[in-house]
């Protein structure tokens, strides 16, 4: 029986989930979901000064909020400091590590040295041969792996293809340092093996150390796991993705209004690709995901085609679930009006939502296009609605008014119907009526159909509101 996949996710929480690692585990986990294999979580928490609990936290929440769920207990790095030294020891009885006693100033004048020579630092293996006999008193060594002085160390990668380093560029490094401490280096090797891991799909900014893992799995005699490194995502200019073009963690996309949906067939689209799928089901993700699709150029972020992904989801969403995320996201970025307003009117942001959902490209935007509904009186008028009410534009709405005062059904076939033949009795577009109205009754240019937000504010709030612009009552 073919080996059960498992991946893992292994960020350092030294900050929040960076929108790039949340692609890395979206990759992880989609190859695991369609292997019905395991996406294991390790927390890489070694780091003692860096790490901090929050950014742990930031990424169960940004896990969770993706829906990418991982399986069994998260592991801590940190707690396993032991069995790395356990390991650094084995691979000191087997011969394949050495106890290394160089002294600080010996490192250093190695790495001037090199300098000199013009060849990069590396240390040159003076302790790799020597008797221990000769350990200077007093010294605590650290621990070095031999690693091959020749030939080469070939990562066979399912993304970047046979990647050769030449021996010669490797040195022994460091596996564990003198007070005991793994690197991490070591810390890495010995987790993904002890975790069974089948497949590490990391970004690329770790294909060296894949090289110089490949020398630990040997030195152990442990089979390397598949390894797939992927490039990274740049910014739409092609250069390092920077704040201002989306490095940004995943909970800012939360609270700018991102759907979790979205950010899932967005990012999938970010360095892997099915014919040319722009939209997709997480569902139809796990069924298609290969890792030969995995693009081998960089992926350049655009926040434009996220947008409109993000438009779509929103387009499809449930009204019933949209106006839970509306809620939550107004809380969370503390516009407290907007959240008092979307809870004090639910049936009518409910019954509004199948209007505004279509004019949306973020949750936020959906926030503002409700804000009619609750908007206190007077209204607003922004600097675009206030051109359309022009002197002849109020005289006409104060006209309209009267009519529809007498209206028994307020419907919207039955205001259309009178405000159509009003146009026509004064011989105007209809749009001329429309347009001086939704500047009146919601303050902007952008608004659902107008007879739809007359039916949904209803009839006295739509006469209160037209009488605030024209004067009259
Ligand atoms: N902790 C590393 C990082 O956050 C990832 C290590 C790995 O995937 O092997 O970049």
Not at 252 to 281: K, T, V
Not at 445 to 453: A, C
């Amino acid at each position: 029986m073919a080996k059960q996949v498992v991946t893992r996710f292994a960020p350092s929480p030294t900050g929040y989930l960076h929108i790039g690692s949340a692609r890395t585990a979206l990759f992880s986990w989609a190859y695991a979901r369609h292997h019905q294999g395991k996406m294991l979580l390790r927390i890489e928490d070694t780091d003692r000064e860096r790490s901090t609990n929050a950014a742990v936290q930031a990424i169960f929440d940004g896990l969770t909020w993706l829906g990418l769920n991982w399986d069994d207990e998260p592991i801590m790095q940190f707690s396993r400091a032991e069995r790395h030294a356990e390991v650094a020891r084995e691979l000191l009885a087997r011969g394949q590590a050495y106890y290394c006693y160089c002294s600080p100033e010996e490192l250093a004048q190695m790495r001037e040295e090199a300098r000199a020579a013009g060849r990069p630092p590396r240390y040159d293996g003076r302790w790799r041969d020597r008797d221990p006999s000769e350990a200077p008193a007093g010294v605590a060594p650290v621990i070095r792996i031999k690693a091959p002085q020749e030939g080469e160390i070939v990562v066979d990668d399912h993304v970047q293809g046979k990647v050769v380093f030449k021996a010669e560029n490797l040195d022994d490094f460091i596996i564990l340092r003198s007070d005991g401490t793994p690197t991490y280096m070591l810390a890495v090797v010995v987790d993904d093996h002890d975790m069974d891991v089948t497949h590490i799909i990391r970004g690329d900014d770790h294909l060296t150390n894949a090289a110089r893992q490949i020398v630990i799995y040997n030195g152990m005699g442990w089979d390397v796991p598949e390894m797939a490194h992927i490039p990274l995502i740049h910014g739409p200019d092609g250069a390092k993705l920077s704040k201002r073009h989306g490095a940004l963690g995943v909970a800012a996309y939360r609270q700018m209004g991102y759907l979790p949906e979205a950010m899932i067939n967005y990012l999938a689209r970010l360095g892997w690709s099915r014919g040319d799928a722009e939209i997709f089901s997480v569902d139809q993700l796990v069924d298609w995901f290969s890792l030969e699709d995995l693009n081998k150029g960089a992926a350049r972020f655009d926040f434009v085609k996220l947008e409109s992904i993000n438009g779509h989801y929103i387009r499809e969403a449930a009204p019933q679930r949209l106006y839970e995320v509306m809620l939550e996201t107004a809380t969370e970025v503390g516009r407290d009006i907007d959240a008092a307003g979307l809870a004090a009117n639910k049936d009518t942001v409910l019954a509004a939502l199948p209007e505004l959902q279509p004019r949306a490209k973020t949750v936020l935007e959906l926030v503002d296009l409700a804000q009619f509904i609750y908007a206190m009186r007077p209204l607003s008028i922004d600097a675009a609605a206030a051109e359309q009410l022009t002197v002849d534009a109020r005289a006409h709405i104060a006209e309209f008014a009267k009519i529809v005062r007498g209206l028994d059904d307020w419907s919207v076939p039955a205001i259309d119907a009178a405000a159509r033949a009003f146009a026509e009795q004064k011989g105007l577009k209809l749009g001329k009526i429309a347009q001086p109205l939704r500047a009146a009754l919601t303050g902007r240019t952008i608004s659902p159909g107008i007879f739809e937000v007359m039916v949904l504010i209803g009839k006295e709030e739509t006469l209160a509101r037209l009488s605030d612009q024209t004067g009259l009552s």
